[in-house]
């Protein structure tokens, strides 16, 4: 029931993995970059409508990050049981997981709902684009539950080596999107209101077959009514998902700093500007963070059996897959920055601030690779300090005071400045604290005798 996480070849098994992770991770990133591309083509109001829905992606960062606080936190803690073979305390993380993803959701909702419109303001809507985002938002709001749902236990999924099954949860909700959105947005003409309401149906129905498989005998960890409760068993699960929820968490907090800046020193243009850029690098992130969704569960496993070797393989993938994907895809993107930006928009303005600012904003992710080969095996491992201190570093620390000051002096380009000198940065310095860590985390565990169950 392991597929063959603890046997198998891990080079082949890596890449057997990340392929459905990576399709996964695509389809997932798709419901807004679908909805972009459409809205970025409604007659007339379409620069507008994007713009105002790109002032909307910080809260939609922010609930993804809330689903990834629990499932990025229980999905490697079961695994790991899992590999110790405490199938009992695995399905206990997955009920406790599932009852704290239920009550964000619900808090989550009502926060945002009664907040939207000062929140939104405050994050860069101008009076032109305000009507917008908050059409959007008010919609989308109303799927938050399913949206926590499904991104917070397909991860449970995935963790048993079942990533396949873990694309098909996201599939369904990517093909749903694709279909009704044009309808909504053109045919019914509701515009912006059409692709929230596109989202909410195609998540809602991805809900019901995340929580539809993991219920049934065909998932290893499996759902059970009785263990969906308040449990202590949280605590350890928030630890490891800090991390990823603070990468995220300050992801919304970086487009929030990024608008409020944009609007100050360049205008709308400049906003619709970087919702283009950050669209395109969520093609980067789907491949980087596929690899590491597949690569993940191979280190939870085998660090949970002490099969330190297999361990070291799966670390060695994960570095691997991430710097080079990284490296190959944002050179793409920086070579042909106008091709892209066309894919949105019709604005030369628009287009030629891409073309502008794309490479410099990219430049430097390729050394970013190490800090995501880093993460991906430290939460692999269970280790949480190390992951957190790293997820702060790039964000908190570096890019977004750099984000606030640089302009000062660069104007408008420092912004985009900013980017690149903080992924630089941290990854070098992620690479660093890893050769330092790894040595005393690998003697430790194979000082440590496991009696399975």
């Known amino acids: 029931m392991d597929a063959g996480l603890g046997t198998k070849p891990v080079s082949r098994l890596a890449l057997t993995l990340s392929i459905p992770t990576i399709v996964a991770q695509g389809a997932n990133a798709s419901y807004t970059i679908i909805d972009r591309l459409f809205i970025g083509h409604i007659p007339y109001d379409g620069n507008a409508a994007m713009t105002g829905v790109g002032i909307c992606f910080p809260i939609l960062l922010a609930v993804t990050a809330f689903a990834s606080l629990i499932g990025a936190g229980g999905a490697p803690r079961a695994s790991i049981e899992f590999g110790r073979g405490d199938i009992g305390k695995a399905e206990r993380i997955l009920g406790t997981s599932t009852a704290f993803l239920v009550m964000i959701a619900v808090v989550l909702t009502v926060v945002l709902q009664i907040g939207k419109r000062p929140i939104l303001m405050a994050f860069g809507a101008s009076e032109a684009t305000i009507g917008y985002a908050v059409d959007f938002l008010s919609i989308y709001l109303a799927g938050t539950v399913f949206v926590q749902l499904t991104l917070g236990l397909n991860s449970f999924i995935s963790a048993q080596g079942r990533t396949t099954t ?14 009704l959105d044009p309808v909504f947005i053109f045919v019914f003409g509701w515009g912006v209101r059409g692709a929230a309401a596109a989202n909410v149906i195609a998540q809602l129905i991805s809900s019901i077959w995340v929580v539809g498989f993991l219920s049934s005998e065909r998932s290893a960890i499996r759902l059970r ?19 990823p929820f603070i990468m995220q968490i300050t992801e919304c907090l970086i487009n929030v700093v990024f608008n409020v800046g944009l609007q100050r020193y360049g205008g709308d243009d400049y906003i619709t500007a970087i919702t283009i850029i950050t669209s395109l690098m969520q093609i980067v992130g789907v491949l980087t963070g596929g690899f590491q969704q597949g690569i993940q569960p191979i280190i939870g496993f085998n660090f949970g059996a002490r099969s330190m070797e297999r361990v070291r393989q799966a670390i060695r993938m994960a570095f691997v897959t991430q710097i080079v994907s990284a490296t190959a895809l944002v050179s793409v993107l920086a070579a042909f920055p106008g091709f892209f930006a066309t894919w949105f928009t019709d604005k030369p303005d628009v287009i030629a601030i891409v073309t502008q600012m794309m490479p410099v904003f990219v430049c430097g992710w390729g050394v970013f690779g190490i800090q995501m080969g880093v993460q991906c095996s430290l939460v692999g491992m269970g280790q949480a300090a190390p992951s957190i201190f790293l997820a702060i570093l790039r964000k908190l620390i570096l890019l977004v005071p750099l984000a606030v000051t640089l302009p000062h002096w660069l104007g408008v380009d420092g912004i985009f400045i ?3 000198i903080s992924d630089a940065t941290s990854g070098i310095i992620a690479g660093l604290l890893f050769l330092f860590l790894y040595r005393k985390i690998r003697a430790s565990a194979e000082g440590v005798t496991v009696i399975r169950r």
């Open 166 to 179: 873990a694309m098909v949860s996201v599939l369904i909700g990517t093909g749903i999107s694709i279909m």
């Open 225 to 243: 009514l009785e263990h969906i409760r308040f449990d202590p068993l949280i605590l350890p699960v928030l630890s490891l998902g800090l991390a």
């Open 418 to 420: 900013a980017e690149p």
